[in-house]
């Protein structure tokens, strides 16, 4: 019996291409393509299947050749052509502007696909000139109404920075999609306008999980915490999975707040779900989670747990060390990653200095700072260069520091500044302070910190004329003092206290009267209140009263009140912790034998049996 002898045709190249473009198997494709040259195949829907192919593969010159060389092309082959170059990652964008302009002069009219592709190619460029053109051609050719179109201009529009124009499109296109409405409240939620984003969220018709994720991270962004939590719960209850970018900001939210138990809650829900296992992006947050709720035991936990583990692993992991205090077991981890040849990246060094700082380990963070850009080439940048000025300046070398800044190869700013006369006040180095002050003044004549640190040291040497100047100084100016705020949570609700005897929290009063009592207890016990921080000129036990009401202090009050005894206090504070609070937390975990962990501004407090694991250098 004789086998029949079946040729490939025109209907069978483009399926088996089209099949390789979808499984992204180049080598079988090109083997394919090999075969339609054996065959002679140029039907332009085998060509067409072909370019879209190597186009989808990122092969974009190859793409580019089999275009140049068709002998009949439509508009399918030059929409393909451009889309490839659209996605293309190299640079190569814009040229499908270029094929646009080619296409036009020998007469080839754009579809609303041409138009897509090429808006796509413009936002991947941020080329919003040429997008700007190409949507004066889309009004000409009468495709002004076309929602597909107008979806994609709203993208890039977006992209490009321009999201007020964005935001007309969107509200004038008759049926939008749930894509355009995501990429709209990303770019308003970019420049910080959290309301705009809210209200387009809450009239879409139609929201999917992109939209739930966009306005959680919207909420974590902008620091409001609970309202992320509650928009995830709004998310569950309308029957939304989430996924692991879900995870993510939720983590990120209870990071924030320092909310280890519903930090424990969402790792618990996340397991559930299968939406930890081996995913790098959720055990990294899961470890940025507990490190900044304070458990630092449970992130080296998960850490460890990871059985694959990028740069960003690493970094975060020593960043949650450095946090703690733990300066010698961030280095150890350090040469451990280099050990398992993962290449550190900046974030790693500016880890690794604050670990360096915050144990006081100087003569290693310079070690490590030399050793950033002579062994790993990696150039120190401002955040770099205001960690070695800290580490510099906090063990008593100012004028090392100040070479250190001197010496920068970038223009230094007033954090970098501002670091450096942090380090005069701590060594009361008034000449070197009003040099600094000057520097910072320059750069940013609204910067509010250095006037409260020199009135700091004014106020320390009694010298009240002073104080009195640089007060009036501040009151001229548009910007006031950030206002020291702690959050603490109980029983799953993050409660937030103001400096000041009147605070808005509901239970100010008993929590008051609590407080009053926890001071007389730790006066008992040898606490004096350190009465130099207080700023006026004002009899010692109105100082003494002023002092009492640190946000710090009435959070410890209140979980005192309303937790357990033997308990964790776990509280974050948006200020550096001050020298009397800090006295004062000793003493309190002391009486009332309980562990009290405070997240200030740069680092965490474990204060237990009246001693804080920073050792007293902060």
């Known amino acids: ?68 060389e068709m002998i009949d092309r439509n508009i399918v082959s030059w929409n393909s052509m451009i889309a490839g170059y659209a996605k293309c990652a190299s640079g190569l964008e814009l040229e499908a502007v270029a094929l646009y302009v080619l296409m036009l002069n020998i007469g080839v009219w754009p579809n609303e696909f041409s138009f897509t592709a090429l808006f796509s190619a413009c936002g991947s460029g941020l080329a919003v000139k040429e997008a700007v053109q190409i949507h004066s051609h889309v009004i000409k050719l009468g495709y002004e109404c076309n929602t ?102 939720l983590l990120s939210a209870c990071s924030l707040a320092g909310s280890l138990t519903l930090g424990q809650w969402v790792h618990s829900y996340a397991d559930s779900r299968g939406l930890v296992g081996s995913n790098q992006l959720v055990k990294s947050a899961l470890v940025n989670m507990y490190s900044k709720c304070g458990d630092i035991e449970s992130a080296h936990q998960v850490f460890k747990s ?32 280099l050990k398992e040849g993962v290449k550190p990246d900046e974030l790693t060094f500016i880890g690794l200095l604050n670990a360096c700082r915050h144990g006081g380990l100087v003569e290693e963070g310079l070690k490590q700072f030399h050793r950033m850009s002579v062994e790993f080439g990696i150039q120190p940048q401002l955040e770099h260069y205001t960690c070695v000025v ?37 060594h009361n180095d008034m000449l070197l302070a009003e040099y600094v002050v000057d520097r910072i003044t320059a750069l940013d ?31 001229s100016m548009d910007t006031e003092k950030e206002p020291g705020c702690s959050l603490i949570e109980v029983g799953g609700i993050v409660n937030e206290f103001f400096a000041g005897a009147s605070s808005d929290h509901p239970r100010c009063k008993e929590v008051l009267e609590k407080l009053e009592e926890l001071m007389k207890r730790i006066k008992a016990n040898g606490y004096v209140p350190d009465t130099d921080l207080v700023l006026r000129n004002i009899p010692h036990e109105e100082k003494a009263r002023d002092l009492y009401y640190h946000s710090e202090k009435l959070a410890v009050a209140f979980g005192i009140m309303e937790t357990p005894p033997n308990t964790q206090i776990r509280i974050v504070k948006n200020l550096r912790i001050c020298k009397d609070c800090h006295s004062a937390m000793k003493l309190i975990a002391k009486v009332e034998r309980r562990e009290i962990i405070i997240r200030d501004r740069s680092r965490f407090h474990h204060f237990k049996d009246g001693q804080c694991s920073c050792q007293d250098f902060w």
């Open 1 to 68: 019996m004789m086998k029949e002898n079946i040729s490939p045709d025109e209907y069978t190249f483009p399926l088996v291409v089209k099949a390789c473009s979808l499984l992204k198997v180049i080598k079988e494709g090109k083997q394919i393509h090999g075969h339609v040259l054996k065959y002679g195949f140029h039907d332009v829907f085998v060509q067409n299947a072909l370019l879209s192919m190597y186009a989808k593969c990122g092969r974009i010159g190859i793409a580019r050749k089999v275009f140049n």
């Open 148 to 249: 597909l179109i107008n979806n994609g201009l709203i993208d890039v529009y977006v992209k490009c920075g321009l999201v007020d124009t964005a935001s007309l499109l969107y509200y004038r296109t008759d049926e939008p999609e749930v894509v355009s409405g995501n990429a709209l409240m990303t770019g308003l939620i970019r420049e910080g306008n959290l309301d705009s984003a809210k209200t387009l969220f809450n009239k879409m018709d139609v929201r999917n999980v992109v939209s739930w994720n966009v306005m959680i991270s919207g909420y974590v962004l902008n620091g409001l915490c609970n309202e992320a939590l509650d928009t995830f719960r709004r998310m569950k209850l309308e029957g939304i999975s989430p996924n692991s970018r879900t995870i993510v900001s």
């Open 306 to 337: 990871m059985l694959k583990k990028d740069v960003v692993s690493w970094d975060v992991m020593i960043e949650g060390l450095a946090l703690h205090g733990q300066g010698e077991e961030a280095l150890e981890l350090f040469h451990e990653m």
């Open 390 to 426: 800290d580490l510099l300046g906090r063990s008593g070398q100012l004028n090392d520091a100040l070479n250190i800044i001197k010496e920068m190869h970038i223009a230094p700013d007033a954090v970098v500044w501002s670091a450096l006369l942090a380090a005069c006040r701590m």
């Open 445 to 475: 004549p609204k910067c509010f910190s250095n006037y409260v640190i020199m009135s700091n040291i004014y106020a320390g040497r009694n010298q009240w004329e002073e104080v009195t100047r640089v007060r009036r100084k501040m009151k």
